[in-house]
């Protein structure tokens, strides 16, 4: 579908943003076929400075939009075919504002098996059951004309079923009005309830028991459709997936029924009250209570899983962000025990060098060979950094280095654990095999884990997002919306990042706006026959490389050492001979513009040029041309963990321990203190402060001391706080809000603590 006022009109609504903003965003990503990642950097004159969420955001309305049109095209044009579309209806349809009021126009036009409220207006008994709705006669006259009305044929043989056919049609047209369907609609919103309860036959399901702070549970609907709560949706639904639940929509039916008759025969004056009043409660009761009740599980699913799929991304961009080492040769080792420790040496571009194996551990254990080959690659190699795979007898293989090779011991290199999570994925993945079709599993998992370290966002763009641990109920939520969001944050902080054109790999740049796998192939296969880039106009003579992918991508790949100085920059080709006159009209040349400070501002203080060229894009261009470095990302700086601690059972409560965020959700973090077990640091926890979005507080990757609170050792689990007190574990106004009175008065700090870590145990990844 093309633009129209129609369309802006419903996105500026829908988004809150500028008109001229979103009319700019439409027309150059719809008309155009710009990127999202170009139009944030490249086109912020034209969108007003709009970031890539807010660009996103007016994609994802006009999508919705575009949904409702195609539903509202498809329904006018099924009942024309059907002879079906009056003046009147046709003015419903096309005044409808959302899908559900499309729906509720539709519903009783649809081409279906004929109703029972169908059925008896055949045999007749339609003028009858509109004189009883619109009051026209009494319950005595309505019992006599029973009588009249009889249909052997059409199997209306009796008064008592002629009578109900009556019923049916009035029923029908009750539930069927789409007005009282939307007033019940919108109170249901603000009044009901939804409500969990255990099942009769739930005790024979397996790990039923983790649902039970839902058997007798009830929360508001407008509550659950806070993202705070997102969570608790989830695990109802969850539960009721897994047959061990009961959901329903809760909304007193007497207001329900109080609603019908002031809609159609209001205090009750109407000569036929009483067959009114009972097909009222029918036409709730079979009818509109049942369809709101699957309306709005599907409106509260759609809405937990944005809420779920939005703290996904938030975990995912930092987790893509986090600090760097750079350029630097980095020794692999993915843990093992059996099967020994598999080391994998790699270059400072990233480059495999060597691998091999060690055994410091039973049954194979030779302590001394496997410390003289680590320090005799350390020596050989000049390796400064050691990367440890996190994952089993990971803090093991770590204490190993720390106690027996001696580069480690005095602190010439350093060895430190690093999160493997999905390692395991891209050593089997295609991506893997093509890259090391002759070598192990395990020694791809050690090149990955030494890759990660220098540049997390480079090797992890190989994986699958959701393998990456930093999802939350991730596996029940839209997975094609999850995939699409998800796939957008990668292209977000690949491209907000940049890529050297000479050393990225093909997984890397196919994520750079415009370009896609096939020319990020194209682009690797001519490095390797060409050489390397020179400049970034060499681009055009890869295959498939156009002038639209060219203008799409060229300000994201940076050549080092080439032949155009601002090609190192994010500075866009578009904006190269303004720069070049400038330069000459001054008296410079471009290399002054990267190395001269005087010269870069003059330029900053040029309002002639800043006024040509446009604030954000001047704005800009000093930014790239005074950046000591392109890449926006923070350096790495090691963690290290507590040397006394090598297992759950080493920890002392109270005592406090460097850690590193994991994972966060809307009920607390995760958080990695250099042994098997993460523990659980809860909102309430994480601050001496009311903390209502754990996402404001912390971030995945960032460095925290913690205190422990509790260990379980039988359930491997551990409780953690970053308050300074010692002390009870204090529930807070986030545990209480929405949870019935029962829960509210009765849950002592241990049960907290215990619905703390179910959550944990229901937290799958």
């Known amino acids: 579908m093309s633009l129209n006022a129609d369309s802006l009109s419903y996105v500026v609504t829908e988004s809150g943003l500028l008109a001229k903003n979103v009319q700019s965003v439409l027309s150059l990503s719809v008309e155009q076929n710009c990127t999202v990642p170009f139009m944030a950097r490249y086109r912020k004159e034209a969108t007003g400075g709009l970031d890539e969420v807010q660009i996103r955001t007016i994609l994802d309305k006009y999508e919705s939009w575009q949904e409702r049109e195609k539903r509202r095209t498809f329904i006018l044009e099924t009942l024309t075919k059907q002879e079906k579309l009056t003046k009147e209806l046709e003015t419903a349809i096309k005044s409808a504002e959302t899908i559900n009021q499309l729906e509720d126009i539709y519903a009783p036009h649809k081409t279906k098996r004929k109703t029972k409220a169908q059925l008896a207006i055949e045999a007749g008994l339609g ?19 029973l009588k009249s009305l009889i249909n052997v044929e059409l199997k209306f043989e009796t008064e008592a079923k002629v009578e109900q056919g009556i019923f049916d049609i009035i029923i029908e047209q009750i539930a069927n009005n789409t007005e009282l369907k939307e007033h019940l609609r919108k109170d249901c919103w603000t009044k009901g309830s939804f409500s969990s ?26 509550d659950l459709k806070n993202p705070k709560n997102a969570h608790r949706y989830l695990a109802m639904r969850r539960g009721m997936t897994l047959k061990v639940l009961k959901i329903q929509l809760d909304y007193e039916e007497q207001v329900a029924l109080n609603t019908i008759e002031s809609s159609f025969y209001p205090g009750g004056n109407h000569p036929c009250s009483d067959i009114m009043d009972k097909c009222s409660q029918k036409a709730w009761s079979q009818y509109i209570h049942p369809s709101l009740d699957l309306e709005f599980k599907s409106e509260l699913k759609k809405d937990a899983d944005e809420a779920a799929i939005d703290v ?41 060098i060597v691998d091999t194996v060690i055994y410091p551990f039973e049954p194979r254990k030779d302590v001394q060979k496997s410390k003289q080959v680590v320090q005799a690659l350390i020596e050989q190699f000049k390796i400064s950094h050691i990367a440890v795979g996190n994952g089993t007898n990971g803090r093991e293989t770590l204490s190993f280095l720390e106690e027996y090779v001696d580069s480690v011991k005095n602190e010439k290199c350093t060895a430190t654990l690093v999160n493997e999570d999905g390692a395991s ?16 599993l395990t020694v791809r998992g050690a090149i990955s884990i030494a890759r990660r370290f220098q540049d997390p966002l480079a090797e992890l763009v190989k994986i699958d997002p959701k393998s990456m641990g930093v999802g939350q109920y991730q596996h029940d939520v839209n997975q094609a919306r999850l995939k699409k969001r998800l796939e957008g944050i990668v292209e977000n902080c690949v491209n907000f990042v940049g890529v050297d054109l000479n050393t990225s790999s093909a997984p890397l740049l196919s994520h750079i706006s415009g370009i896609g796998p096939t020319v990020a192939n194209n682009i690797v296969k001519h490095r390797e026959k060409s050489g390397q880039f020179k400049n970034r106009e060499e681009l055009l003579s890869v295959g ?42 001054n008296n410079h040349n471009l290399s002054s513009l990267r190395a001269d400070k005087d010269v870069i501002q003059k330029l900053k203080n040029d309002k002639e040029f800043r006024k040509k060229i446009g604030e954000f894009t001047h704005d800009d261009i000093i930014k790239s041309l005074t950046a000591p470095a392109q890449d926006p990302r923070t ?23 460097p850690g590193i ?40 990757g960032e460095s925290v001391d913690v205190r422990v609170l509790e ?27 929405g949870m019935s009175g029962k829960q509210k008065s009765n849950k002592k700090p241990q049960e907290i603590r215990n619905n703390a870590f179910a959550a944990l145990k229901d937290f799958k990844v």
């Not at 099967?339 to 571009?349: E, R």
């Not at 994201?556 to 090609?567: K, T």
């Open 127 to 145: 003028n009858l059951a509109n004189e009883v709705f619109n009051g026209t006669l009494n319950s005595r006259d309505f019992k006599k004309s």
């Open 197 to 222: 309860s255990k099942r009769k036959k739930a005790e024979e399901i397996q790990d039923y028991e983790k649902f039970k702070d839902y058997f007798e549970f009830s929360q508001k609907i407008s």
């Open 312 to 352: 996904f991304g938030i975990n995912l961009k930092n987790l893509l962000l986090q600090p760097y080492l750079g350029p630097k040769t980095v020794l692999g080792i993915d843990p093992g025990i059996r099967t020994g420790c598999k080391l994998a040496l790699v270059d400072d571009t990233g480059k495999f």
């Open 425 to 440: 994925i891209y050593s089997a993945s295609d991506i893997a095999r093509k890259e090391f079709p002759d070598k192990d």
């Open 544 to 585: 498939r490389f156009s002038e639209k992918v060219y203008e799409q991508a060229a300000g994201f790949l940076r050549i080092h050492g080439g032949n155009q100085p601002l090609d190192e920059t994010f500075i866009h080709p578009e904006r190269y001979s303004d720069l070049e006159k400038w330069a000459k009209d």
């Open 635 to 657: 350096e790495f700086k090691s963690t290290s963990f507590r040397k006394d601690t090598k297992s759950i059972d080493d920890l002392k409560i109270g005592q406090w321990y």
């Open 661 to 700: 965020v994991n994972n966060i959700t809307n009920f607390g973090a995760f958080i990695d203190i250099g042994i098997k077990e993460k523990g659980l640091l809860h909102i309430s926890q994480m601050s001496e402060k009311f903390v209502e979005n754990a996402m404001e507080v912390l971030k995945v």
């Open 711 to 737: 260990v379980d050792k039988n359930r491997k689990r551990i409780s953690l706080s970053r308050k300074k007190e010692q002390g009870q574990y204090k529930e807070t106004e986030t545990n209480n809000k």
